[in-house]
């Protein structure tokens, strides 16, 4: 399933057309063919590992936006969080940026939010150790899960302590 979604506000700050189309659930067979065939800036709904690790295969791709998101459970000894080494190597090289989603965590509560917290906090490591690019949004869903450019640069914070 494919959203496309264009925000003209982005557009004009940008001063530059842009679409921001995100692939939101996409056969991981078919995932390299679609996104070949798009234009624009592409984002990557993360999650599943085989996914991810396409995600930053490809150079066409953006933003591979919350690959902590699987349902897979975490080990004693280590969090399954979507990356490794050999993914942010790969999403160094091919210039893929990782995105931290402010939504997902308003949007939990209880132990899930402390795992979905846990799992970013490794993620931000790994991708500041093999100097990935990070962005860190509200990925809003509603305007009510907006949040100030002050909130955002807090919640890199918390997850770089």
Request: with cysteine; aromatic share 8%; hydrophobic share 35%.
């Amino acid at each position: 399933m494919l959203t496309f979604v264009q925000d003209k506000e982005i557009e004009k700050k940008l001063g530059i057309k842009t679409e921001l189309i995100t692939v939101v659930s996409v056969n991981p067979d078919k995932l390299n063919m679609t996104v070949n065939k798009l234009k624009g800036l592409i984002v990557i709904q993360g999650g599943d590992e085989e996914v991810n690790r396409l995600a930053v295969e490809n150079r066409k791709v953006d933003i591979l936006l919350s690959p902590e998101k699987n349902d897979k459970k975490d080990s004693l000894f280590f969090r399954r969080s979507g990356l490794n080494q050999v993914f942010c190597k790969l999403a160094n090289k091919n210039d893929v940026a990782i995105g931290f989603s402010f939504s997902s965590v308003l949007n939990s509560e209880g132990k899930e939010r402390a795992k979905i917290i846990g799992r970013m906090r490794q993620n931000y490591r790994l991708c500041k150790k093999y100097k990935v690019k990070m962005i860190f949004s509200s990925f809003a869903k509603d305007k009510y899960e907006l949040r100030s450019e002050d909130c955002l640069k807090t919640f890199e914070k918390i997850l770089n302590s």
